[in-house]
């Protein structure tokens, strides 16, 4: 499988601790990170690399696993796009 890392300018951001520890434990806590770097696999959404305050270095982390410095994590929605937006379905028949 082919990818490419690349460095992208540094973006002071929290953590949701949950991608830390495999959705197993510390559900709606956060921590400071600084984003590092991105990684391009072929047929998947763009990843990231961050490094913590502690001196660890997460790689290849979703985008969802992210919120904003400053922001409460317990205020950041939580809901898929299918189920926050309605989408009708349109049927044309042809």
Same mark, same amino acid.
């Given at each position: /499988?082919?990818?490419?890392?690349?460095?992208?300018? #540094? +973006?002071?951001? +929290?953590?949701?601790? =949950?991608?830390?520890?495999?959705?197993?434990?510390?559900?709606? @806590? #956060? @921590?400071?990170?600084?984003?590092?770097?991105?990684?391009?696999?072929?047929?998947?959404?763009?990843?990231?690399?961050?490094? /913590? =305050?502690?001196?660890?270095?997460?790689?290849?982390?979703?985008?969802?696993?992210?919120?904003?410095?400053?922001?409460?994590?317990?205020?950041?929605?939580? +809901?898929?796009?299918?189920?926050?937006?309605?989408?009708? +379905? #349109? #049927?044309?028949?042809?």
């Amino acid at each position: /499988m082919s990818y490419l890392n690349a460095n992208i300018p #540094v +973006q002071y951001a +929290q953590i949701k601790r =949950e991608y830390l520890y495999d959705f197993k434990k510390h559900h709606g @806590e #956060v @921590e400071d990170c600084i984003i590092f770097g991105i990684t391009s696999l072929t047929g998947r959404a763009i990843l990231f690399h961050a490094i /913590m =305050e502690n001196g660890a270095i997460f790689y290849r982390l979703p985008i969802s696993a992210f919120i904003q410095r400053g922001y409460d994590a317990k205020s950041v929605q939580t +809901q898929r796009l299918d189920e926050a937006v309605k989408i009708s +379905q #349109v #049927v044309i028949a042809g």
